[in-house]
């Protein structure tokens, strides 16, 4: 195994990136960051049935818009191929090896992995100590490995990558956790160190519910749509079963790194929560230099508009209708807003200044129904 730390993210490119996918990937990228070492992306994506090349796209497109660089498709290191579907020969090489060790059988055509009946203790690094009982072969039959067609199953190929990747940490949804038993032995026959585990909380909806591919913010795709920084969804994701040891929730994504370890990964299941995520994107938003909110805003409007709007908003969306008055000659006045902007002291000199920088446009002030005057005069306040 390498000393390097060496972590991996292995999506199925039969649908588009789901939420809890994007944090296992996120968790796995800030430890190898955090510790100086190299994210792998590979693509499990052997069901030639149901792979479309729109989710392989999204999986890419949506690793990249997050920031998170990886060793893998499009970045080839040295324990290529990245594609599952392009490794046969690497699966039947270490198939053979069980084969000569007589750690395998066939039935009915296809080969079952003969499992050590025993108890297999594993040290899970945010479950803890698991032991799982293996001396049952009625609870816990001879596991397939190879299919009577001659494809391989995944607890195998999984295996196989890890080892000949040189995965160090494997972390992955707690869903995974009984798989692990399977794996380690699997290992054992190989006579190969396995990488350490880690297994995350499942990511449930505010009710409790488990999360579908239906619900809210499920999708990784939508988020650029709906008008969320990158910076911000790494922000939130990171908060679904992580914390600090202090009480901080907005850090950018160069402070996670810092800060990241699986020793306050929590155990319990993380709560989605549509209306944090929109803060936490606020919040980065208001971090944004006026330059830098003004290129990410789709608007016409000046930078000193759109500035000028900036504390109004959670999301890049809904810039259009925030800076509306200044750019609609016919955007209806709320006669309560107009009375108290004409109460405060300082409006008539920023409104003014607003004015001067912004004269080639010939729009509409705030708070005023008549054209912005040439001498760059606000009407409402002479």
């Not at 509306?324 to 109460?343: H, Q, W």
Request: proline residues 5%; hydrophobic residues 35%.
């Amino acid at each position: 195994m390498s000393t390097q730390v060496r972590t991996r993210f292995a999506p199925s490119p039969t649908g588009y990136l789901h939420v809890g996918g994007a944090r296992t990937a996120l968790f796995n990228w800030l430890y190898a960051k955090h510790h100086g070492g190299t994210f792998v992306l590979r693509v499990e994506d052997t069901d030639e049935t149901r792979n479309t090349e729109a989710a392989r796209s999204a999986i890419f497109e949506g690793m990249e818009w997050l920031g998170l660089d990886w060793e893998g498709p499009g970045n080839e290191g040295d324990c290529g191929p990245y594609y599952q579907s392009q490794r046969s020969e690497i699966y039947l090489k270490w198939f053979e090896k069980l084969v000569e060790e007589n750690c395998v059988y066939e039935d009915e055509g296809a080969w079952r992995f003969r499992f050590e009946r025993k108890l297999i203790t594993m040290n899970d690094l945010v479950c803890g100590e698991v032991t799982i009982d293996y001396r049952d072969d009625s609870n816990t039959p001879d596991m397939v490995i190879r299919r009577s067609d001659g494809s391989f199953v995944f607890h195998f190929v999984n295996v196989v990558d890890d080892l000949t990747m040189g995965i160090t940490h494997a972390i992955r949804g707690e869903d995974h956790l009984m798989n692990t038993p399977k794996h380690l032995q699997l290992f054992e026959a190989f006579g190969a160190t396995p990488p350490k585990y880690a297994h995350i909380p499942l990511i449930l909806n505010g009710d409790g519910s488990k999360m579908s591919k239906r619900d809210e913010g499920a999708a990784l795709g939508d988020y650029p749509r709906k008008g969320f920084l990158p910076g911000a969804v790494v922000n939130f994701l990171a908060l679904l079963g992580w914390s600090p040891k202090d009480e901080s929730e907005i850090f950018a994504t160069a402070e996670l790194i810092q800060k990241f370890s699986l020793d306050t990964v929590n155990r319990a299941p993380a709560r989605f929560d549509p209306d944090k995520c929109r803060w936490v994107n606020q919040q980065h938003i208001l971090e944004l230099s006026a330059e830098e909110f003004a290129s990410r805003c789709e608007s016409q409007a000046s930078p000193e508009m759109l500035n000028s709007v900036k504390e109004k908003v959670t999301l890049l969306t809904e810039v259009p209708d925030a800076v509306a008055f200044y750019l609609d000659s016919e955007f209806p006045i709320n006669s309560d807003a107009l009375t108290k902007v004409k109460g405060n002291e300082s409006a008539g000199s920023l409104l003014n200044n607003l004015a001067a920088i912004n004269d080639q446009n010939m729009i509409r002030m705030a708070n005023c129904r008549q054209p912005v005057r040439h001498n760059n005069r606000c009407p409402a306040f002479g």
